[in-house]
């Protein structure tokens, strides 16, 4: 059974960092693409950060230069490091993989900047 499970999450005040984890189970986690995503009261989820299996990242334009996504494969773990933030990064964060035609998703974890 593939479980993500997020960490990390809480109140920060702006220009502050936060790292977020996501732990993975019941996946050859080094064989997957994995991705960050967040979803702000009242809009669509959207994609924030994505790594590939090969270590190719990838950023949202309105998070590059000030959030990181990593992996360690022997954790089975995939990290969001965040610097900087802005109220506008307020959001519940999810990460996600993509097995075959399947998505699975973390239960979220709150994130909230203040001003």
């Known amino acids: 059974q593939v479980q993500l499970v997020e960490s990390g999450g809480g109140l920060v005040q702006a220009a502050g960092s936060l790292r977020l984890s996501c732990a993975s189970s019941?996946?050859?986690?080094?064989?997957?693409?994995m991705g960050w995503y967040r979803q702000a009261p009242g809009k669509q989820r959207d994609l924030v950060a994505t790594?590939?299996?090969?270590?190719?990242?990838n950023y949202k334009d309105s998070v590059n230069g000030r959030f990181t996504i990593s992996r360690d494969n022997a954790k089975n773990t995939v990290y969001l490091q965040m610097n900087s933030l802005k109220p506008e990064d307020t959001a519940v964060y999810y990460c996600?993989?993509?097995?075959?035609?399947?998505?699975?998703w973390g239960q979220g974890t709150q994130v909230t900047v203040s001003s």
């Open positions: 790594i590939t299996s090969r270590d190719i990242t």
């Open positions: 996600r993989t993509d097995i075959g035609l399947t998505n699975y």
């Open positions: 019941g996946i050859r986690f080094s064989f997957y693409d």
